[in-house]
């Protein structure tokens, strides 16, 4: 069974605190994603990636960066978390144009408290 | 820049009957994808049934249907024969292609949907 694994359900963090969010798929995508969840917003896109190394922004970059150093893996990083930072964090991936086709696979979110 | 619109924050329905989430989306774009993904309380966001715009059918998959009106830039989904599985989120999403043959998916804001023994 193909999966997208969070490393975290749940997080609590300070204000101030560097955090790091793990993201790892097994279906050799290349297309990796990260959204934040917000009650009446929906999901935003904050970053992707299309390649080892390569990084975009996406609707909501500030106060976050990414990371992708090997194809399985992305992580989202928060330099400084604020408590406006606290939400539903959750990670997907894509075939290489293949996106339309089979649509993307989600992990099952991380829930970040920022105190 | 395309936006996607879910005018009902909430709906309810009962066990077995059947329920319509409304979905209207902009752009200017010729050639897209839609989708409605559903997240039930353990959050996994699943896929119930996506559409190509260049198709004139919709799409259907079991007791789930969209009716695709591309003029008007509707995408509604129909679940038929309500169950109470069915009780989650619905998000209506575009897709947008962007260069390097990669593409993000642009979503709505949501639909709860609950059904009701």
């Known amino acids: 069974d193909v999966k997208v694994t969070q490393s975290s359900r749940y997080l609590v963090k300070r204000t101030g605190e560097k955090v790091f969010l793990e993201c790892v798929q097994d279906?050799?995508?290349?297309?990796m994603f990260w959204y934040r969840q917000d009650p009446g917003l929906g999901l935003r896109l904050i970053y992707f990636?299309?390649?080892?190394?390569?990084?975009e922004k996406g609707d909501i970059p500030e106060g976050y960066s990414v990371s992708r150093e090997k194809k399985e893996r992305f992580s989202l990083i928060l330099e400084s978390a604020s408590t406006n930072q606290t939400s539903m964090y959750l990670c997907?991936?894509?075939?290489?144009?293949?996106?339309?086709?089979?649509?993307?696979?989600f992990g099952s979110g991380t829930r970040l408290t920022v105190v | 820049a395309q936006t996607v619109t879910q005018s009902q924050p909430e709906m309810s329905v009962q066990e077995a009957e059947t329920v319509t989430l409304s979905c209207t989306y902009d752009t200017s774009e010729s050639n897209y994808y839609l989708f409605w993904y559903k997240q039930p309380p353990s959050r996994q966001m699943i896929l119930v049934i996506r559409q190509e715009a260049y198709k004139q059918q919709n799409a259907t998959e079991n007791r789930f249907s969209v009716n695709f009106q591309k003029a008007a830039k509707s995408f509604s989904l129909k679940i038929s024969d309500s169950q109470l599985g069915d009780t989650a989120m619905y998000f209506c999403a575009f897709m947008k292609m962007l260069g390097g043959g990669s593409e993000k998916l642009v979503f709505g804001k949501g639909t709860k949907l609950t059904v009701n023994p």
């Open positions: 990636s299309y390649d080892v190394k390569m990084k």
């Open positions: 279906m050799d995508h290349e297309n």
């Open positions: 997907a991936s894509s075939l290489l144009r293949q996106g339309g086709i089979y649509g993307y696979t």
